[in-house]
């Protein structure tokens, strides 16, 4: 029973302390419940005032964004009002510029429209004043124009008579033609800058030729006729051709080309195939003139050619055949009927083609050779002789003419074309027989009004085989071929020179070589009187003198033109 009050008594104990302690924790909940409470309205009173200041911060952005977006758009329709006021302004500019131009055209198609109709009624006012004017414009121009033509036709016929007289003296006092021919500037020439022009022609037979690099010192020549760079190989032969024409009628000529190498001597007398020189229209020349006269007149033509070389004679036609003769060495011969070379090659030609043929093969074994002048320089004397036998078909009689065609070798100095060994020796052999050309001109020169002196054709193969052609009986023409560039001005000269001497030579005039028909006649006659005399055993001594020429009659083949 006390245990049980004991522990009834602890039990009420504990029930006391656990209510007071209920009471304690339920005193404390309320304080904590009043804590919280008031900590709530406390944070809710923060908030309120957080939630009012943070509407007031978003209002005042709100309008500052407002205040700068109003900004934004304002300057952004200043600028609009800018842009668009700028393009009313040039679109109102180009309207007026527009307007402008579309009322300055319709003022210039006015007075377009008003020039054109004063135009027209000006036209219409003076069309018959002009008409009258202009016919007698065109009546006075067409009279100008026949007066001009006229004066042109009686000067080309009075230049013409002129030369026609100056020819017939020239055959009566038979002296030497000498034409001059400048050739053009070379493009070598051009390259090294060696093309300054030394030579001119003030008139158709006069030269000028300066001495110096500044003109002051020049020297004049007058030849018969003076051919400048631009004349062409037509005109040339104008020229020449009726002394080369002349052989037709019986009579001898010769035609040669003097000058320094490189002059164009070849060109005058050879030309390439498409611009033939003097050689090529002269025996063109002969075969039509042949033509027109037949067939009164019946012609047999035949050519040799040969060339001088270091002295010696070569048959260049034999050596085009092939046979041994060409390479034989030939003489130069005079007999009874005058120079020739026995043994030469003569080849009867029937047409210009067949002379085309005969001069290729021909010219094919000329000896050339190249140097510091010119390349290709021919190192020989070319002759091209050319026969022209002539018979009438109504009395019978009869005619030969020779025709001497002659390339010289050029002259030149062996210091400017650094000649040596067999170069130097044809230089020395070709100035040698010039040198012996130039010494027959001089004595032919020095024989004018006196007794005649000697000659020395015999010094030079060249001067011998020229013999006849510079004794008298043959026309003979020269070309002197010059450079026109000062480089060459010495040798130009020492050309000239020599041509104004040999134009001053007088041979007397030549001789036409024919026959009648009676003398035809005799001789057969004679022939048959010998022939009888000589079946009887009569000896009869034939005279010394023969009563004409003794031409070379045998027609052509190897020595036709030699064989005495």
Known sequence: AAAAEDLAGKLAAAEADKAAALAAAEARRASEVEAVEAERDAIAVVAKEQKERLQAEAAADKAAALEAAAAAAAADKAVALRETEERLAADKAAALSEAAAEAEARLSKALDDAIAATIVATRRENEEALVAAAAEADRRVEAER???????????KECARRRQVHNELVDMKGAIRVYCRVRPVLPVEVRSGAAQEVCSSPYEDALVVKQDDEGTVVKRYEFDHVFMPESTQE??????????????????????????????????????????????????????????????????????????????????????????????????????RGVHVPGLTEVTVGSIEEVVATMNAGSKGRSVGSHDINEHSSRSHLVLSVVVRGRNAV?????????????????????????????????????????????????????????????????????????DSLSGNSKVLMFVNVSPVMWNVSETLCSLNFAFRCRSVQLGAAKKNSESGEIQRLKGTIDRLREQLAAAGISVRASPVPLVEDGDDGGGGKGGAGGE
């Open 146 to 156: 026949e007066v001009t033509a006229e004066f042109k036709e009686l000067y080309s």
């Open 235 to 336: 005109q040339v032969f104008a020229e020449v051709a009726p002394l080369a024409v002349s052989v037709m009628d019986g009579f001898n000529a010769c035609i040669f080309a003097y000058g320094q190498t490189g002059s164009g001597k070849t060109h005058t007398m050879m030309g390439p195939e498409e611009d033939r020189g003097v050689n090529y229209r002269a025996l063109a020349a002969l075969f039509s003139t042949a033509d027109a006269r037949a067939p009164d007149f019946a012609y047999t033509i035949t050519v040799s050619m040969l060339e001088i070389y270091n002295e010696s004679v070569r048959d260049l036609l034999a050596a085009a055949a092939g046979d041994d003769g060409g390479k034989k060495t030939l003489e130069v011969r005079q007999g009874s």
């Open 395 to 467: 009395d019978g009689s009869t005619t030969r003419g020779r025709l001497h065609l002659i390339d010289l070798a050029g002259s030149e100095r062996v210091g400017k074309t650094s000649a040596s060994g067999a170069r130097l020796k044809e230089a020395q052999n070709i100035n040698r027989s010039l040198s012996a050309l130039g010494d027959v001109v001089a004595a032919l020169t020095s024989a004018k009004g006196k007794r005649a002196p000697h000659v020395p054709f015999r010094n030079s193969k060249l001067t011998f085989l020229l013999q």
